[in-house]
Every structure is written in C-alpha cells, then in structure tokens.
C-alpha cells in the first residue's frame, strides 16, 4: 500500500459516533400528539382566516365610484378634506404669506434667514 492510498483510505472512512449523543436518545426526532394537535389548531385557524376574508371581498363592489364613496364618506372626513384643501371662502387669501415673512424665509429649518 502507497503513501496516497494509505491516505485515501483515511481520509474515505466515515468519522467514529460521539460517546455522548448530545441528548438524542432514542426518541430524538420523533413528534408528539402535542405537536399534531398544535398543528392541526394551526391549520382551522388558517382556513377560519380565509373563509373571513372570503366573505369581505364578496361584499366589496366590482368598481369604486368615487361619487358613491364621496357620498358614503362620514361629514366629519368631508369637513376634514375642506380644511386640508385650503382656507375658507370668506378668508383673507394673504394670511398665509405672512406666515412666510414673520418666520424670516427660513424655509431650509437651518435657522439662516433668506
């Protein structure tokens, strides 16, 4: 036997079992009911979320007016969407400019002026 197949042979054969396994004894591997009932609990939550959900997008509609959802929307959203759009009609338009010039033009918030 040569040099390379005294090595091949040693390096071929497969490594000797640990003394101590380490805690897997005989039954390392194997599930319990515990685990097929916690799967199964698992598996009727999932399809009870899925039925849910089923059942909401039927009631959706197939298109989204926006007339009808305008409509639909609560006064207390439509107030809100008037104010975000912009100053009453009966306001003074150049108040908002004097906002600008009181603040110095800091616009950058670097607190430099112009």
């Known amino acids: 036997m040569t040099s390379r197949e005294a090595l091949a042979f040693v390096t071929a054969q497969a490594p000797q079992p640990p003394a101590d396994p380490g805690g897997q004894g005989e039954d390392f591997g ?12 698992l598996m009727i939550g999932v399809c009870l979320l899925v039925w849910s959900m089923t059942r ?42 004097a906002a600008e010039e009181d603040s110095g033009g800091d616009r950058a918030g670097d607190g430099r002026a112009g």
């Not at 194997?30 to 609990?41: R, T």
């Not at 959706?60 to 009609?89: K, M, N, T, V």
């Open 30 to 41: 194997k599930s319990s009911p515990v685990g097929l009932l916690l799967l199964a609990l």
């Open 56 to 97: 909401h997008l039927r009631r959706l509609p197939e298109r989204f007016d926006e007339d009808r959802a305008a409509a639909a929307a609560p006064a207390r959203a439509r107030a809100g969407a008037r104010a975000a759009s912009g100053p009453p009609a009966g306001g003074d338009a150049d108040s908002g400019g």
